[in-house]
């Protein structure tokens, strides 16, 4: 993950935000907040306890009127002089000793080879990249393992490495304590489970999978052309309601994953999961509504969902993309990143959504050789990859005119 990441809050609501992570154990209370420029405040929170923030329920416990959202900040949080009794310190201690019943010292070195990032999933806990590299810990073995658990309070450990690049958005995961691989990870009361080793639960697009959750999607068919491992999928049909989604996924882990999820959310009965690639896609005419999850473009998916809207009432697109603006100057000063987007940042989105919106109109036409309408209904910023990146959902309304 790159960057902290914050929930943003306005200044007003700041303190009550504040306690209320803090009453969670969700603050990162080795990091300051931070004020930005736009009257917003930036809580740090635990990576850990991101994925059960439960950002509607914060916000009812706060203030009816009150707004949060997650957003990463690439700028260097300051560190707190005192650090609290955080679970790294717990760790510290555990291995202090364990090396110590070695005959061995604990030194800096040592210290900095720790793990500095850390994914709980349930009992397993996911270490980060570039730790335990030194040799000393070889000879400890699982006596290792199981300190490195007791003082995480896991169960279960697995390691990450770095992300494979076959095509598929499988990280190279291995397990180092437990049983078996699979993991159940809750995340706005929804059960995710896959393979640890072969499927990763990505945090990032949290906001996204939120603003999904919060649609009205009752009587609709919803397709979803890139579903992983069901990211927006169980959303659409946990909270969303949807009627019917078609769950297409071409990598047979994430649909091994999926069938397991839909099972243990108790909706498997209104999802069809479409194994391979979309664009060999059987149907057409059947969707009130298309979801093309894909960065940095799903344009390859375009002329599909323009196949699968219903020819009569047609519907909406969620068009995911990454929107690269033209570089400007930053000042040195300017501490948090602007996650909310410059002026010159949203006119770059706005152009490119209205590209975009010409070229499904042409691609209608063209496919169902009648005219059709297409109106922007909404521009989501979802994530900054740098300050001239952006993770952006256009809300296409598509009708036959
Ligand atoms: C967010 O969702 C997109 C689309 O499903 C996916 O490609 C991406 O890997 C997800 N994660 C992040 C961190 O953006
Ligand atoms: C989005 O674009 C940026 C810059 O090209 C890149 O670093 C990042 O990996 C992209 N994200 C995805 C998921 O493609
Ligand atoms: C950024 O600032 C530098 C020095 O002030 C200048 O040379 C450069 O052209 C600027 N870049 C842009 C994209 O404005
Ligand atoms: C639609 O068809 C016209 C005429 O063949 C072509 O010029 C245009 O590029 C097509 N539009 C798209 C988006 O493919």
């Given at each position: ?7 943003r809050v306005s200044r007003c609501h700041a303190q009550q935000f504040r306690r209320c992570l803090q009453s969670k154990g ?376």
């Open positions: 993950m790159d960057g902290v990441p914050c929930l969700a603050l990162d209370l080795s990091l300051c907040l931070v004020k930005d420029s736009e009257g917003t405040v930036l809580l740090p929170i635990l990576p850990s306890c991101l994925s059960e923030l439960d950002l509607q329920s914060l916000r009812t416990t706060v203030a009816s009127d009150s707004a949060c959202d997650i957003v990463w900040s690439q700028s260097p949080l300051q560190a707190k002089k005192e650090k609290g009794k955080t679970r790294g310190n717990k760790l510290e201690k555990i291995l202090q000793e364990l090396l110590e019943s070695y005959g061995e010292r604990w030194t800096e070195e040592l210290k900095g080879d720790l793990p500095h990032s850390f994914q709980w999933h349930g009992d397993l806990v996911l270490l980060g990249d570039n730790c335990f590299a030194l040799p000393v810990w070889k000879k400890m073995d699982n006596r290792l393992w199981t300190a490195v658990a007791r003082g995480l309070e896991a169960k279960r450990l697995a390691k990450m490495s770095r992300i494979s690049r076959d095509g598929f958005r499988s990280p190279e995961v291995t397990m180092l304590l437990g049983e078996h691989n699979w993991v159940k990870h809750v995340d706005n009361g929804i059960s995710y489970e896959f393979d640890v080793t072969k499927c990763m639960f990505s945090a990032g697009n949290i906001t996204e999978k939120l603003r999904v959750a919060a649609f009205d999607c009752s009587g609709e068919t919803v397709v979803d052309l890139y579903a992983g491992i069901g990211y927006f999928t169980l959303p659409y049909l946990v909270h969303a309601k949807a009627s019917h989604v078609h769950a297409c996924e071409w990598n047979p882990d994430a649909v091994e994953a999926l069938q397991k999820s839909l099972e243990a959310n108790g909706v498997s009965d209104r999802c069809t999961i479409h194994q391979g690639d979309n664009r060999q896609l059987q149907l057409c005419d059947v969707a009130d509504r298309v979801n093309l999850g894909l960065i940095p473009s799903s344009e390859d998916g375009w002329p599909v969902a323009c196949r699968l809207l219903k020819r009569t009432t047609g519907g909406i697109l969620h068009i995911h993309q990454n929107v690269t603006s033209p570089l400007h100057n930053a000042t040195a000063d300017d501490a948090t990143h602007r996650v909310s987007g410059k002026k010159a940042d949203r006119e770059v989105w706005q152009a490119w959504a209205d590209d975009t919106s010409n070229h499904i109109a042409s691609l209608l036409r063209n496919i169902t050789g009648a005219l059709w309408t297409t109106n922007i209904l909404h521009i989501e910023h979802v994530k900054s990859y740098a300050p001239h990146v952006h993770h952006v959902v256009l809300d296409l309304e598509c009708r036959p005119s």
